[in-house]
């Protein structure tokens, strides 16, 4: 699906050129062709190392997952509320004066460090 | 067929689900509870678009300017806008997979619950910020409408704050998108159970798969364009403004590099309810499964090829290969259509709240689309463009289209959420009341359009043909808000006196269907092998399972 993208990007945008001679459509097509060029290139590069997944194979049974680890989940958390507070100060002080920015800056600076020590926990 | 394990207990709740409170409600990651913040979230935005709607229409009623200010009328149809794309339609999807995905692909949570739970308060922060811009903004609100063009937007003709809120509250939209894209991607990649492979996955997670991948490529060129714009008025940047040397078309090819896969992305979700919601009351397997799938990933890669079809009138772009690129839209959206159609052929059809919000999409969307043709060409845009025309077609998609099958959604999935029933009855009547006031509401702006009445006037003279299509208007909105209200107090009811709803009141088949309602924490006690694209029917009918 990725490639299949990739390349509608890149044939559509070169067409778009050579119809036009408009820059700016044309970069914005060709850039649209990048991304699922990067996923699919991770993907080629990952997948090609990477026994298929059970996910993948049609057959397979949960219990073959069994003790499979998924990840961890945290209850929950304030700091992306903190976050956000702290983006909303940074982007006010930018329109109602800069006196709001180390407000704005040391909320966000906290945020992402309450964030981080969550993470390592 | 090995069977490993034994099928989640389908037990009968006896007390109301365990409730939140609120600190643990504004602060749990897990994905069943943000997704339901976002989506109540998001229909309170609807609540106060559709406010800012009734005053406009009520504005309309009537020739002459009689109840709001010519400014004032400019930023309701600003943040009319804005509130509803960007704040109502698109989290509404968002929300809905939260919740679903990973019940669906059988995991446990999103991928990122902590960034899940960033990306909603970037949500809410942004909502915030544009209800600001329209109200508390010293030198007038966003009165720009909602796509900002240069160089009304600029400072020279936008001196007030609002605009710069605006945009700040447009960025914190797309950064809540792209976190979403990216917890969306990651999950459904990832975290399949074992045996859900991709093509197994039901539609609506398919296509919220693409929408995310939309979100991804079509957000950042848009938000490099605010940027230019926040430049040009508060540091004196160019890039916009025509008299310094800036060029108000790069604006417009930014803005509409995402604004027009923006409208795919307020559609795909929608169709991937509506295909969820017609095979299960149809009492048939989905028709077209893999024609399904193809035709998702199909308008999503058309959808990217578009966006100067906004731009017919500007002369600047080549309006050929834009209108070519817009009707082949109509090819995979109409391989949709038939797989709709003949999933319901022969199918044994009963028609419950749901599915009768399903019908009204399905006859909406298609107005919508086959005016969505029309406009596609470009010799008609010229007549039509700017013109209540293109209202009604954009609001016969959004509105009758994505609107409908929010509320086909919220019939269906709300036994899940929740454990109770909505009321059946009192459902129709508020079927009834949507279908019939949304027609009478935007139909005679159809006709508005043809009559050349342009869109975003205040007020318009008497007597050349204005008056009655805009007073049909404003009533139709009136039965609209009278279901609304109806469905609010249906759901304040159905969640006081609550009819239990069982685990699978519908008898749906895709794998949500086969946990406890409301699910338990991390979803999922045990699974059993999953071997087609609606386990909870194999699970139901083992006999026919593959």
Known sequence: ?121 | MSVTLERPVAAQPEEPPRRLGPVERLTSTDHKNIGILYCVTAFGFFLVGGALAGLMRVELAEPARQVVSTQAYNTMFTIHGTVMIFLFVAPFGIGLANYLIPLQIGAPDMAFPRLNLTSYWFFAGAGLLILLSGVASTGGGAAMGWYAYTPLSEMRYSPGVGVDLWILGIALVAISNVMGGVNILTTVFLMRAPGMTMWRLPIFTWNMVVTAILGLVAFPPAVAAFALLFIDRRLGGHAFDPLGGGDPALYQHLFWFLGHPEVYILILPFFGIITEVIPVFSRKPLFGYLGLVLATIAIGALSMGVWAHHMFTTGVVNNPFFSAMSLLIAVPTGVKFFAWTGTMWKGKISFTVPMLFALGFLLNFLIGGVTGVMLASAPIDFHMNDSYFVVAHFHYTIMGGSVFAIFAGIYFWFPKMTGAMLRERLGRVVAVLLFVGFNLTFWPQFVLGLRGFPRRYVSYPPDIGFDTPNLVSTFGYFVMFAGVVLFLADVAVSLRRRVPAGDDPWGGNSLEWVTSSPPPDHNFDALRPIRSERPAFDLRHPELAP
């Open chain 1, 1 to 121: 699906m990725m490639l299949a993208l990739f390349a509608f990007g890149a044939i559509s945008g070169t067409i778009y050129w050579f119809v036009t001679y408009e820059p700016a459509g044309t970069f914005l097509l060709w850039s649209f062709s990048l991304m699922p060029l990067i996923v699919a290139g991770y993907l080629v590069l990952h997948g090609a190392v990477r026994a298929r997944p059970l996910e993948d194979d049609p057959d397979a049974t949960p219990d073959r997952a069994a003790g499979q680890e998924l990840g961890t989940f945290p209850a929950a958390s304030a700091w992306p509320l903190v976050l956000v507070l702290g983006s909303i100060t940074v982007g006010a002080s930018l329109v109602y004066g800069l006196l709001l920015l180390p407000v704005g800056l040391a909320v966000t600076a906290l945020a992402v460090l309450g964030l981080m020590r969550e993470s390592q926990s």
